[in-house]
DNA sequence: CGCATGTTTTGAACACGTTCAAATACCGCC
DNA sequence: GGCGGTATTTGAACGTGTTCAAAACATGCG
């Protein structure tokens, strides 16, 4: 699969070789250590696209981006860190085009989820590598970490504006967004692994789920629903989770 | 953390050594190959339990089991597979002590879920690891595919059966169980990482969690109740998964 | 320039999960 | 016992993510 290597001599201290010579063009105003840092970042995330974030080795992205292995590893402490840049590059995306505050609740709610649906849709393979690792808690690069817990904060914010015009009380509609930032983590779970053309079929599980659970959202807003909101803030308080309203 | 080991000598081949006798006492009628299987997963699952999945390495099972790191691979094709055994027997265990039929719905479903809770707080730390895989749509030892089909299928009878006394209609209760059943995934995945005395929080979630969907559940019985049951039928069986009845 | 101090780069070394050809044990049959 | 075939066992080798001491480069200062 690879070139077969001679048994390793133990003690072959060699004098160091010139560095091969590869591009890394700075931009307006770049330190050094950013440009090659963004290079290196630009060429893992492609390799990641094309063959998936298992196949694709630290080795290969050193190469890619003519830096030596360990180079690699002085930028980004860990494959994982790579990974989670993506994540953030990705949510910073989705605000500026599914943030639009115009149409129904039904509408707007719809945007958010199908939108989030198609930005992920090209690393569909890159993510089905990690997205066991973004819905466990343990993990620091997951999504319910306190080290993500900026890009998530966000996200639950685009929930709460698209439910401004439900007339919910505010802590009903922090709730709210929560659980459907829920939602969205399933359904990227399910969009991950669809295969049908264009991701239909989850796209259409997505529309299914808002026809029936938006014509119930004024239901939370009377009494019963509003119980039901205590006793879940409650609850989720007594077993130490917080919901933090949106900013 | 672990061992250092000297620098790794290049070209030292040694004759076959003498294999070191530790004994595996086999049981009543058992084949020797049965025997090695069992005392091999026997210590896998104690290492996992002691030091967690990652840190237990393969060549520390072949070595505890008095086996060649081959030899491991001969009987269990992967790590994985280890993990899995250890999967199926938590099932079977629960099976036996959380089936009972007795007091009402929500005793019955409470009895379950602090049952599936219970048998899972020792391997904690070994779950911690591998939960993420039994989210995983794609993983063939996770709660999804259709390797562990049979588990899951005997995981959410039990629900069903929990059911029984609700006079709902056959399809509902099926519905019904499969939500349950996920809900218990979603608890075994804060159990996990639930560090209070005895895992009191997550225990304590359960039962607010019941206390709350419990009373809800005669609303399925109801005319609207029922149109929601059909819609998410729907829903899903266009989305491509099946909602099969419990056997 | 010479030298010191910090930044970047290098690749060998490490432990891991996994594979595999070969060695060894086992067992029925002569 | 000896023979032949199967079952089991062995450990070196592979490719991986990660670490690290040292080398190379950059920059400031006399």
Sequence with gaps: ???????????????????????????????????????????ALALFQNRGVE????????????????????YFPSKEALVFAFYEENQAAIELTAARADGTVRERLGRVLHAKLD??????AMLAAIIQRLVDPGDPLG???????????????IFARALEGTGLPPETVTVTAHALWLLQLACMLV?????????????????DGL??????????????????CERVIGALGRAGMVIA???
């Excluded at 290597?5 to 330190?31: H, N, Q, Y």
């Excluded at 930005?119 to 569909?124: C, E, L, V, Y």
């Excluded at 029936?212 to 629903?225: D, E, Q």
């Design 119 to 124: 930005s992920i849709r090209p690393h569909r």
């Design 1 to 43: 699969m690879t070139a077969r290597r001679r048994p390793a001599t133990a003690t072959s201290r060699k004098p160091r070789r010139a560095p091969r010579p590869i591009r890394r063009e700075p931009r307006d105003g770049e330190r050094k250590r950013d440009t090659t840092r963004r290079v290196l970042l630009e060429r």
């Design 211 to 228: 026809d029936l659970l938006v014509p119930l959202l004024p239901l939370l807003g009377t009494p019963a629903g509003q119980a039901i």
């Design 191 to 207: 969009f991950v692994h669809d295969n049908s053309p264009d991701g239909a079929r989850t796209h259409g599980l997505v529309d």
């Design 143 to 157: 999504a319910f970490s306190t080290q993500t817990g900026a890009v998530r904060q966000r996200a639950i914010a």
């Design 55 to 74: 196949a694709t080795t630290m080795r290969d992205i050193a190469r890619a981006a003519g830096l030596s292995l360990g180079a690699a590893y002085y």
């Design 245 to 247: 309203p949106a900013p």
